[in-house]
């Protein structure tokens, strides 16, 4: 069964240091997004992406953030300077279509902001 | 926007006993729930969903329930086994589907 992907695992980075955070998504999937977890807490949805550009973000998601899809496979969340508080568990998810379709998250990635 | 929240926060049962989980929602243009498990250090995993248009769904132990006047919905998990122990987060998603809203998680132990 198709899986969504994520790359690294684990990423440590320096505070201020940009970091891209890559994922795959299952290969027919048209919605892309990106969440946050911060340990212990709940899932908080950052952006959401359809048709090669934002469809809805969060008010987490300001200046600092970015997503791109380079190419026919890859999604991206870029952190352009990083801070202690960017600490967290991201998670990407894709889903087939809009709507009520369902969504499928990747393993996640855990950035450790020192 | 949408405001989701959950309760317990933190449920034991005994093995064989049954777990009901309670959300609530606020923007009445939310028309997609779904259920996830989280185990320790892993992925959100969908174990079931509803949409609007439906009262009840069921999956073998699983069941879903959607009072849409009410505004809430719930998980019930029935003849509970220890391997249900996780952290269950309930989510609405908005009315475009392009957002998604989580509660703030129950964790459950199944005591064997």
């Known amino acids: 069964e198709p899986e969504v992907t994520q790359t690294p695992s684990h990423q440590v980075t320096q505070m201020g240091q940009e970091v891209i955070l890559r994922c795959v998504p299952i290969?027919?999937?048209?919605?892309f997004y990106w969440y946050r977890q911060i340990l212990g807490q709940k899932v908080e949805f950052l952006v959401s992406?359809?048709?090669?550009?934002?469809?809805?973000k969060s008010e987490i998601f300001d200046d600092q953030f970015s997503v791109e899809r380079p190419d026919g496979s890859n999604f991206t969340l870029k952190i352009r300077s990083t801070k202690l508080e960017d600490s967290a568990m991201y998670f990407c998810?894709?889903?087939?279509?809009?709507?009520?379709?369902?969504?499928?998250f990747g393993p996640g990635t855990r950035l450790t902001v020192l | 926007g949408e405001n989701v929240e959950q309760h317990p926060s933190t449920l034991s049962v005994q093995e064989g006993d049954s777990a009901v989980i309670k959300c609530t929602y606020s923007d009445s243009a939310s028309n997609y729930f779904p259920w996830y498990k989280q185990e320790l250090g892993k992925r959100p995993q969908l174990i079931i969903d509803i949409r609007s248009n439906v009262g009840e769904k069921k999956d073998q132990r699983i069941a879903v329930t959607l009072n849409k006047t009410a505004k809430h919905f719930s998980l019930h998990i029935t003849e509970t086994q220890p391997e249900d122990s996780a952290v269950y987060f309930c989510?609405?998603?908005?009315?475009?589907?392009?957002?998604?809203?989580f509660g703030t998680g129950t964790s459950l132990t199944v005591i064997p």
């Open positions: 290969s027919n999937h048209l919605y």
């Open positions: 998810a894709s889903r087939r279509q809009g709507g009520t379709d369902t969504q499928y």
């Open positions: 992406f359809y048709n090669n550009e934002i469809s809805e």
């Open positions: 989510a609405a998603a908005s009315n475009t589907g392009n957002q998604f809203y």
